[in-house]
C-alpha cells in the first residue's frame, strides 16, 4: 500500500544549529505536505505545510522544501532553541486517507 | 470555545471488555479520524469518515468499530477482538477530506491501558 516514510527516528542538534528532516511518499497524486510538532504529552499541532504547486515556503524559522519529481519534502529548522525539542511527524493523503510518517525525535544539545 | 474534545484522557479496561472512546468537535469539519500512537510506530489511521453516515477502514481496523451518526461526533470502540489494544488514541478532523485535506485538528487523547 502507500506509505509515508521519515528519516532520521532520533536527530540531536547542538543549540543554534539546524536540523534537517527527511519524508518520502510513494503516491505520486499526493499534493498536500503538512507537518506536525508534538511537544511531550501534547497533541500533534500543525507547524507549517506546502501545496504541490510549489517548491518551498518559509515561516520564520522553519521552512519545508518539496521534490515532487522524487516524492520527497523535507522540513528544516535554522537557529534551533530548547523549545523546538519535540517529536515531528510528516504526513501525506493518498486517495481519501492522510498517513503519517513514524516520526522523528528532535532534541535540542545545550 | 472552538474545537476537538476526546474522553476519558485515562482510561483502564480489564481484558475481555469492550471500550469506548469519544470524539466530538464543534469546528463543523466534515472529516474526522482515529489514529493509534505506539513509541515508534507514529500515528497509524484505525477509521475515517468524510462525512455522516459513512467510514472506511485504515491500515489497522481490526478489533475496532465506528460510528458517525452526527457531524460532530466520531465514536470508537475498541472491542475484545483487538490483540493489543493498550496505546494512546488520537482522535482528529480537517474541514474536508481525501486530495483536498487540510490542517488536522487533534484532540488531547486518550490513553488506553488494558490490565
Known amino acids: 500500500g502507500e506509505n509515508v516514510e521519515q528519516h532520521p527516528s532520533t536527530l540531536s542538534v547542538q543549540e543554534g544549529d539546524s536540523a534537517v528532516i527527511k519524508c518520502t511518499y510513494s503516491?505520486?497524486?499526493?499534493?498536500?505536505f503538512p507537518w506536525y510538532k508534538q511537544e511531550l504529552g501534547k497533541r500533534p499541532q500543525l507547524i507549517i505545510d506546502?501545496?504541490?504547486?510549489?517548491g518551498e515556503k518559509k515561516d520564520q524559522r522553519i521552512a519545508v522544501t518539496l521534490n515532487k519529481t522524487a516524492k520527497h519534502f523535507s522540513l528544516h529548522i535554522t537557529e534551533t532553541q530548547p523549545e523546538d525539542s519535540a517529536v515531528y511527524f510528516c504526513?501525506?493523503?493518498?486517495?481519501?486517507?492522510?498517513?503519517f510518517g513514524k516520526g522523528t525525535r528532535l532534541h535540542i544539545l545545550p | 470555545d472552538g474545537g476537538i474534545t476526546q474522553s476519558p484522557k485515562y482510561l483502564f479496561r480489564k481484558e475481555g471488555q469492550n471500550v469506548t472512546l469519544s470524539c466530538e468537535q464543534n469546528?463543523?469539519?466534515?472529516?474526522m479520524y482515529w489514529y493509534r500512537q505506539d513509541p515508534g510506530q507514529g500515528l497509524r489511521l484505525i477509521y475515517y469518515s468524510q462525512i455522516v453516515n459513512d467510514f472506511q477502514k485504515g491500515d489497522i481496523a481490526e478489533g475496532y468499530s465506528v460510528s458517525r451518526e452526527k457531524k460532530e461526533s466520531f465514536p470508537l470502540t475498541v472491542t475484545s477482538a483487538q490483540k493489543n489494544p493498550t496505546a494512546f488514541y488520537l482522535c482528529?478532523?480537517?474541514?474536508?477530506?481525501?486530495?483536498?485535506?487540510?490542517?488536522?485538528?487533534f484532540g488531547e487523547g486518550s490513553r488506553l491501558t488494558v490490565l
Open positions: 469546528l463543523n469539519h466534515d472529516a
Open positions: 504526513a501525506a493523503p493518498t486517495g481519501d486517507k492522510i498517513i
Open positions: 506546502i501545496r504541490s504547486n510549489v
Open positions: 503516491d505520486s497524486a499526493s499534493n498536500y
Open positions: 482528529a478532523s480537517s474541514m474536508v477530506g481525501g486530495l483536498i485535506a487540510g490542517e488536522l485538528f
